[in-house]
Structure formats: structure tokens, C-alpha cells
């Protein structure tokens, strides 16, 4: 079994600044892509900014110039430092991971259960 646990949530003002983490554990052998994934409010969830093992980015048109996400794979940690937040930004962030797990032949994608942040106008 595998677990991503995400910290860094919180309150903050228009314009200022968020670093979210996600910690994989569990019986883990290799971890490909990792992602961060939002859902606002009466909407559906939304890709924000993925990164593979091999460090190839994409974000979401919407977050692009303001969030930076990075890894750590010694630590199977992704980050996602978040600037210049609007509040628009306003959602659950959850944190995202396909791991092929020790003894297995095929990836599974795993979810964190989220954090909420909140951006006051």
C-alpha cells in the first residue's frame, strides 16, 4: 500500500505566497509522474502542475509564471510553491502520484486526501 500525505495549507491574502508538499510512503519501488490536482467549490477537479521522473513540467494555463513545482525523489516528495496567489486560487489541492509498487508489474495511481487553501481578497 502506498500513502502521499500533503502539508502546507492555510490562509493567506491576495498576493502572497504558499509552498504545499506531498510525501509518498509505503511500498514503493519507483514513482513516474507526480501532480498537483484542485477542486474549487461547485466545480470539478482540475490539473494544476504535473512533473515526471524525468523533471518534464506542465502547468495549468492558469497558474503559469505564479506556481513552481518540483521533486525530490530520494524523498518521493513533490512541492508546490505557490506566488502571487489570487482568490481564484481558493480550493482543495490534492496531491497526485503513479507508483509502481515492490512486487508488482504495472503503475497505480495514487490520490492524497488534500489541503485546503484559501486566498482572502
Known amino acids: 500500500q502506498v500513502h502521499l500525505v500533503e502539508s502546507g495549507g492555510g490562509l493567506v491574502q491576495s498576493g502572497g505566497s504558499l509552498r504545499l508538499s506531498c510525501a509518498a510512503s509505503?511500498?514503493?519501488?519507483?514513482?513516474?509522474?507526480m501532480g498537483w490536482y484542485r477542486q474549487a467549490p461547485g466545480k470539478e477537479r482540475e490539473l494544476v502542475a504535473i512533473?515526471?521522473?524525468?523533471?518534464?513540467?506542465n502547468y495549468a494555463d492558469s497558474v503559469k509564471g505564479r506556481f513552481t513545482i518540483s521533486r525530490d525523489n530520494a524523498k518521493n516528495t513533490v512541492y508546490l510553491q505557490m506566488n502571487s496567489l489570487k482568490p481564484e486560487d481558493t480550493a482543495v489541492y490534492y496531491c497526485?502520484?503513479?507508483?509502481?509498487?515492490?512486487?508488482?508489474?504495472?503503475?497505480?495511481?495514487?490520490w492524497g486526501k488534500g489541503t485546503l487553501v484559501t486566498v482572502s481578497s
Open positions: 512533473i515526471t521522473s524525468a523533471g518534464n513540467i
Open positions: 497526485n502520484a503513479d507508483v509502481l509498487s515492490i512486487g508488482y508489474l504495472y503503475e497505480t495511481k495514487y
Open positions: 509505503g511500498s514503493i519501488s519507483r514513482i513516474n509522474a
